[in-house]
């Protein structure tokens, strides 16, 4: 009896405790933008995490972007070979980068490269009280130190998603055109006859500007959070990773259904 | 780093991602070539749209000349009402034909207009009189199958 009751009091706690963690994050966003006026007198702070956060993941994204597109340029010509329509190829690219893999793996690699760095560093600093020194100083941190770096997540993780695809389609059209040899006049007037602007690529870049949202608060707030022990700060990076994921995942699919259906 | 030096790459990480946009929308999009500016809309009523869909195209010998701008159902008559955009660099005379047709097997529903001999062209807001509906598989199926059936009767 007695150890039901605290199976159910664990459940409760667990419950609580994330409610809480919830809220405080939600707090953090209003502080944000409430200081947001103060970090944006200087500018510069927010140019230096952009280069941060969006210049130096540019080449990860370069990358992984060109190989997307060269697997989904071969995996796609298998399966359209077989129905006669390997021209269709140009379509399909385009649209699963645009739409869907696009934004979702800029996100997944973005919370992995600059959102683990952003909660490392701003968890150290609150473990080696550099936030608290700030406050003495009467500097506050929001504006110092989180504001910024929540813009420049705001700002870096649409432009990272757009170069994706459009790398992405680069790859496919390598493969595709170039190794395989499909015609290119056909790759190129199929994608622009069935990609629309306004639903896909607007769409795809909202997706961006959510995902981006959603990686970079949960970033600042894992970090601003953590334990001040070396410990803490691992866990949070790590809390960071699976939660970002998790998030991204799950308001792909909410986007999507809205979006798309 | 220094300042400027900073500022010089994330210019540079913008104009990228700018160019990509712009790579996006003339390229692979549609943003540049489906640009049909102004319009005009006439009207048609269908007792049958099969599977058109707002924003569909309308052709004229093959060449999109417009879209489709809505489809409302007439609780009065109860057809189906369609509002076509056309370009207005192409005219048509008032009995023109308005067809639903089926690009390719499976494909996109598309209006077909076929121009008759009228002297007077459309204008914005008349109604295109000749029309055909579009073809229901299962309905040409069922009479494939009856007048089969009444030819064994016989």
Same mark, same amino acid.
């Given at each position: 009896?007695?150890?039901?009751?605290?199976? +159910?009091?664990?459940?409760?706690?667990?419950?609580?405790?994330?409610?809480?963690?919830?809220?405080?994050?939600?707090?953090?966003?209003? @502080?944000? +933008?409430?200081?947001?006026?103060?970090?944006?007198?200087?500018?510069?702070?927010?140019?230096?995490?952009?280069?941060?956060?969006?210049?130096?993941?540019?080449?990860?994204?370069?990358?992984?972007?060109?190989?997307?597109?060269?697997? @989904?340029?071969?995996?796609?010509?298998?399966?359209?070979?077989?129905?006669?329509?390997?021209? =269709?190829?140009?379509?399909?690219?385009?649209?699963?980068?645009?739409?869907?893999?696009?934004?979702?793996?800029?996100?997944?690699?973005?919370?992995?490269?600059?959102?683990?760095?952003?909660?490392?560093?701003?968890?150290?600093?609150?473990?080696?009280?550099?936030?608290?020194?700030?406050?003495?100083?009467?500097?506050?941190?929001?504006? $110092? *130190?989180? =504001?910024?770096?929540?813009?420049?997540?705001?700002?870096?993780?649409?432009?990272? =998603?757009?170069?994706?695809?459009?790398?992405?389609?680069?790859?496919?059209?390598?493969?595709?055109?170039?190794?395989?040899?499909?015609?290119?006049?056909?790759?190129?007037?199929?994608?622009?006859?069935?990609?629309?602007?306004?639903?896909? *690529?607007?769409?795809?870049?909202?997706?961006?500007?959510?995902?981006?949202?959603?990686?970079?608060?949960?970033?600042?707030?894992?970090?601003?959070?953590?334990?001040?022990?070396?410990?803490?700060?691992? $866990?949070?990076?790590?809390?960071?990773?699976? *939660?970002?994921?998790?998030?991204?995942?799950? @308001?792909?699919?909410?986007?999507?259904?809205?979006?798309?259906? | 780093? #220094?300042?400027?030096?900073?500022?010089?790459?994330?210019?540079?990480?913008?104009? &990228?991602?700018?160019?990509?946009?712009?790579?996006?929308? !003339?390229?692979?999009?549609?943003?540049?070539?489906?640009?049909?500016?102004?319009?005009?809309? %006439?009207?048609?009523?269908?007792?049958? &749209?099969?599977?058109?869909?707002?924003?569909?195209?309308?052709?004229?010998?093959?060449?999109?000349?417009?879209?489709?701008?809505?489809?409302?159902?007439? !609780?009065?008559?109860?057809?189906? %009402?369609?509002?076509?955009?056309?370009?207005?660099?192409? %005219?048509?005379?008032?009995?023109?034909?308005?067809?639903?047709?089926?690009?390719?097997?499976?494909?996109?529903?598309?209006?077909?207009?076929?121009?008759?001999?009228?002297?007077?062209?459309?204008?914005?807001?008349?109604? &295109?009189?000749? !029309?055909?509906?579009?073809?229901?598989? #299962?309905?040409? &199926?069922?009479?494939?199958?009856? /007048?089969?059936? /009444?030819? #064994?009767?016989?």
């Amino acid at each position: 009896m007695n150890n039901l009751l605290n199976i +159910i009091a664990g459940l409760g706690s667990s419950f609580r405790s994330k409610m809480i963690r919830l809220g405080a994050g939600t707090r953090l966003f209003f @502080l944000i +933008i409430i200081y947001s006026a103060d970090s944006f007198k200087r500018i510069g702070l927010t140019i230096r995490e952009i280069y941060f956060t969006g210049v130096l993941s540019l080449v990860i994204i370069v990358v992984s972007a060109f190989f997307v597109g060269m697997v @989904l340029g071969l995996q796609g010509y298998y399966t359209l070979e077989k129905y006669g329509s390997s021209e =269709a190829i140009g379509v399909l690219v385009a649209l699963a980068l645009v739409r869907e893999l696009g934004p979702v793996v800029t996100a997944l690699l973005f919370a992995g490269r600059a959102g683990t760095a952003i909660t490392a560093e701003i968890g150290l600093m609150k473990a080696t009280e550099q936030l608290s020194a700030m406050e003495v100083m009467a500097v506050s941190p929001i504006a $110092r *130190i989180i =504001a910024p770096r929540f813009w420049a997540g705001m700002i870096s993780m649409p432009i990272l =998603a757009t170069i994706f695809s459009m790398v992405g389609i680069l790859g496919g059209y390598f493969i595709a055109v170039l190794v395989i040899g499909v015609d290119e006049g056909a790759f190129w007037s199929q994608m622009q006859a069935n990609v629309d602007f306004s639903n896909d *690529i607007v769409d795809g870049a909202i997706k961006s500007i959510v995902f981006g949202f959603a990686c970079t608060i949960i970033a600042l707030f894992e970090g601003f959070d953590a334990p001040p022990t070396a410990e803490g700060v691992s $866990r949070a990076t790590t809390r960071t990773v699976v *939660i970002s994921s998790l998030a991204v995942l799950g @308001l792909d699919f909410i986007l999507t259904s809205f979006m798309f259906v | 780093m #220094e300042r400027t030096k900073l500022d010089i790459w994330v210019g540079i990480f913008v104009i &990228i991602g700018l160019a990509a946009l712009f790579g996006l929308a !003339t390229k692979v999009g549609n943003l540049i070539s489906n640009n049909i500016k102004e319009t005009y809309s %006439v009207y048609a009523h269908f007792e049958n &749209i099969g599977g058109l869909k707002p924003r569909a195209a309308v052709k004229a010998a093959g060449v999109v000349v417009g879209r489709v701008n809505s489809i409302i159902f007439d !609780t009065e008559a109860y057809h189906a %009402v369609v509002s076509i955009d056309v370009d207005k660099r192409y %005219v048509f005379p008032k009995d023109t034909f308005a067809n639903i047709y089926t690009a390719g097997l499976l494909g996109e529903q598309y209006i077909g207009l076929e121009a008759g001999g009228d002297m007077t062209n459309l204008a914005a807001g008349d109604l &295109i009189t000749q !029309t055909q509906d579009a073809v229901v598989l #299962e309905k040409l &199926i069922s009479q494939f199958l009856y /007048s089969k059936a /009444s030819e #064994e009767d016989k």
